[in-house]
């Protein structure tokens, strides 16, 4: 007898991250569509892959505690920073290994995302906002002034990578640093939601009241979501410091937080597929806006004048206009699509 259909028998294969043959063959083929990638695009697009990378995993970190867990965060730009500059301390002034100063950078951030997360007890939506705004700039200050540690307003050069006498000294080697610390990164997260912690996170985000009457710790898996999604944040900093070898405080703003709040939006809340999307989509919408500008620059230099004025207003009003015609973010719509594909030529 032949069956037809997706049928999942147990609560391991409904909970599976790759749940069909096709999704494991199209996951590892682009696995290695990636490890390919290199040696096929110009150094320019190498670049905007690898700062690609590096913001799917700070846009996970902070879909884990917004999209997941519910408590907004306006600080995650400053939790990069944090990264940053532990790792740069760690590698450039303690001379230290990039292998210790990535995992330090990680953890360095995850207390201080605990530390500011104290006020989540009290506060929630807009109250906790405020509050992680707060810390935005509380951590800007520190960057600016806490010239010992920081270099103030000079910042600090720091390393690229080495394992023995080979140093990753080019984009292309370090490219593959960054690739492989995303993709566990991101199958961590995955692997996160399925645990009991995970589904402790979503039940103080859909209702917390019933939560803490069910025996969840609500103090400690908010605490919890910020210490990961901090360490995520610390991370993706680490790394991208020593992507630029340079780190200085205007590379840690409030305006970084913003865009991956949109990164999260866009792609899509409580979602590690949108996160990834949200990444790709905030990442290239700039660099697709330069081009066309400097298209236009070449047929209508005045049009191209007001186009590059305009260029960030653009780019808000492209925002604006996604967030009202898809509001669920990318990851649902790419669910439609295939539900669409699954039932054709079936409309129910």
Known sequence: MHYCGDYRTSYEKDMEILQTPVTKAFVAAFFLFLLAWPFVVKSEFLWITMQILIAVIGAVGLNILTGFTGQISLGQGAFLGV????????????????????????????????????????????YLAIATLASQFILEWIFLRWEPVTGGSFGIVVPRPSIGGFAFDTDRSYYYIVLVIAAVMVLFAANLMRTRTGRAFMAVRDHYISAEIMGINLFKYRILSFAVSSFYAGVAGALYGHSLRYVSSEQFNIGVSIVYLAMIIIGGLGSILGSIYGAVFMILLPKLLTVVTTQLGTSFPGIAELAIALEQGIFGAIIILFLIFEPDGLAHRWKMIKAYWKLYPFSY
């Open 83 to 126: 990264g940053a500059y532990t790792s740069a301390y760690i590698t450039a002034k303690m001379g230290l290994s990039f292998w210790i100063g990535v995992p330090a950078a990680g953890v360095v951030t995850a207390l201080a995302g605990m530390i500011f997360g104290i006020p989540s007890l009290r506060l929630k939506g807009l």
